[in-house]
């Protein structure tokens, strides 16, 4: 790939793009082989337990690295009990013999669901916008085959009244029958993760049709379904428990024709409706800074719970449990509650005698979070919050998910039928725990104590001092030439990349750097070293994207990822690199080190 043909008479011609091993590759083989330019097995064991971190490694992982690499012929029949400098290169650099995260689940599982992040999608049977798009169960069959747990069903009666159909109501999406879905999700449940699936069943349906849609349920799933004896939980059961299960979440059904129409309408603003070659991954993930509260808005108690509902339909006045199918009824597990009127501040009272499941607009999410931080967190120790996409998000955007995560929020509701560097931080963030969807809070957003001590409750405002530093040293990358042609960066020339990293957080710690441009290479050395400071290292996210220079338009893409810096494994690691839309490259990766200070 070294010449471009500029004209009919012109060529230029380009060095080859040659993969060789930096310079702290090669002082590190020299370091740890013995004479003869070879790395044995104790010697391999030794690099893995000094360098690499791997305080369980033992001989036979080091034995385990070097057949696999004589299998894919990276080392020779004469080096068959060793590795010399390229098989030692290839090892550091293979994704699978040398991750930068754990692939297994490590987190207790047996905490209640409520101490538990859990990966959760908005509107999952949307195939695009919020307005027109087409209903399926296609994007419910990708997210849970990606390991979301959390699916989401508005449900409706059909145009006859005698049947269930999942759409999004009121709007000119066309619908998918319930039953294609119920199915649909029992076959792809635990295809990613064997941890609970949740169904937050948005309702709108007459008593008759509640009756059907439970039949449906129950004979769809069969044991396969969880729901609790009693009618109220004090505690919700453990992930661990639940395993191979699926549970419902709802509120308490009301009358459908009451339904909801804010999510579509908003709150006055609107947004452009955007074609997908116009979707934003280029617009950088906005600060979530609290603005100051007014002393109107704190008397307020941060507005009222009706202003933007999510949670079906609205609660009629004096409408009586009589109306609700008991069989539906009893299918709720995580029952939501959202008492017409009750400011924000109210909703997220902790009720000693059960626990339930509160959802919030980003926008209420913003206004109870500057008066109320700490009720916040202390509120979703034992209780479920949902956050959700404000109502003018039509185009099937999302919005920065860290303010939610830095309080306690289980539930950050997103479109992932999208793209967007919104969307990239939450696929990054449940990479953790071996990607099983549930990854454990930190204990200082678990608090104990009296609702009304907030002296050892969390408070995300709050500054703090700095807790360790992450240090990430970007070596090079390499693939591009074989996921992509010759001339999709460059008509004329090899690509000038450069890389972005830096921390997605609280904001203290949320920063971007970028290394300098390396012109005309398909193999970019940079050999650039940075540190970040970082005050709450358990909700931080490493983010790394590298781009394409390109002098008279915007700068290409070139690959993008995020990780839980609490799970980074230290050392000289391999990253591999994923497209716009979250899907892992066949062969672009970076060769990075990584270690705290």
Not at 37 to 66: C, P, W, Y
Not at 83 to 101: A, K, M, Q, T
Not at 500 to 523: H, L, N
Request: charge should be negative; hydrophobic fraction near 35%; aromatic fraction near 10%.
């Amino acid at each position: 790939m070294g010449n471009y043909r500029v004209c009919v008479c012109f060529t230029r011609k380009f060095k080859s793009d040659a993969l060789s091993p930096p310079d702290d590759v090669k002082d590190l083989f020299n370091k740890y082989s013995e004479s003869g330019g070879q790395m044995s097995v104790k010697s391999l064991h030794r690099f893995l337990l000094e360098v690499q971190g791997h305080n369980d490694a033992t001989e036979k992982d080091a034995e385990h690295v070097i057949e696999v690499l004589r299998q894919r012929r990276h080392v020779s029949v004469f080096q068959r009990h060793g590795l010399n400098l390229d098989g030692f290169f290839h090892f550091l650099f293979s994704e699978d013999l040398n991750p930068v995260i754990n692939s297994k689940v490590h987190h207790d599982m047996t905490a209640p669901l409520s101490h538990y992040f859990i990966y959760t999608g908005h509107n999952s049977y949307l195939t695009g916008n919020q307005l027109s798009s087409d209903c399926s169960d296609a994007p419910i069959i990708k997210a849970l085959r990606r390991g979301v747990r959390v699916i989401e069903l508005d449900i409706w009666p059909n145009s006859a009244k005698d049947d269930v159909h999942v759409l999004h109501g009121r709007t000119l999406t066309t619908p998918v029958e319930l039953i294609k879905c119920l199915r649909s999700i029992k076959e792809h449940a635990f295809v990613a993760s064997q941890y609970p699936v949740i169904i937050t069943l948005e309702d709108h349906l007459t008593r008759d049709l509640q009756a059907k849609a439970a039949d449906m349920i129950t004979k769809t799933f069969g044991e396969l379904l969880y729901y609790p004896k009693s009618e109220g939980l004090e505690e919700f059961p453990s992930p661990e428990s639940l395993k191979g299960h699926i549970i419902i979440s709802t509120k308490p059904p009301k009358e459908y024709l009451e339904a909801k129409t804010d999510e579509v309408q908003g709150n006055g603003d609107t947004e452009k409706l955007k074609e997908p070659d116009e979707e934003p991954w280029g617009d950088d993930i906005p600060d979530y800074k609290l603005d100051v509260p007014s002393e109107r808005e704190s008397a307020n108690a941060a507005g009222s719970i009706e202003e933007d509902s999510d949670d079906g339909s609205v609660v009629s006045q004096g409408q009586p449990d009589k109306d609700v199918a008991p069989e539906y009824k009893r299918l709720i597990t995580i029952r939501a509650g959202k008492p017409k009127g009750v400011s924000l501040k109210d909703a997220i009272k902790v009720d000693g005698k059960q626990v339930k499941r509160v959802s919030l607009s980003e926008p209420q999410l913003q206004k109870v979070a500057r008066s109320h931080s700490t009720h916040v967190v202390r509120f979703t120790h034992k209780n479920f919050l949902r956050i959700y996409p404000k109502g003018t998000r039509i185009d099937s955007s999302n919005y920065n998910p860290l303010v939610a995560w830095t309080h306690g929020a289980q539930m950050v509701a997103f479109n992932m039928q999208g793209y967007g560097r919104q969307l990239w931080l939450v696929h990054g963030f449940f990479r953790a725990n071996g990607g099983c969807g549930y990854v454990k809070k930190p204990d200082f957003l678990l608090p104990n104590g009296s609702e009304d001590d907030d002296q050892l409750v969390f408070n995300p405002n709050a500054s703090r001092p700095v807790k360790t530093s992450l240090k990430v040293k970007i070596y090079m990358g390499d693939g591009w030439n074989q996921d992509f042609k010759k001339t999709h960066f460059d008509t004329y020339s090899p690509p000038d990349f450069y890389t972005r990293v830096g921390i997605a957080g609280v904001p203290a710690d949320t920063i971007m750097k970028k290394t300098r441009t390396i012109e005309d290479d398909w193999v970019p050395c940079w050999n650039e070293e940075f540190v970040f400071p970082l005050t709450v290292p358990e909700l931080a996210l490493l983010r790394v994207e590298v781009h394409e220079y390109d002098m008279s338009e915007r700068d290409d893409f070139g690959g993008q990822t995020c990780l839980p810096v609490a799970e980074l494994k230290t050392g000289i690691r391999s990253i591999p690199l994923c497209d716009k839309k979250g899907e892992k490259y066949k062969s672009v990766r970076l060769l990075v080190r990584i270690d705290f200070c």
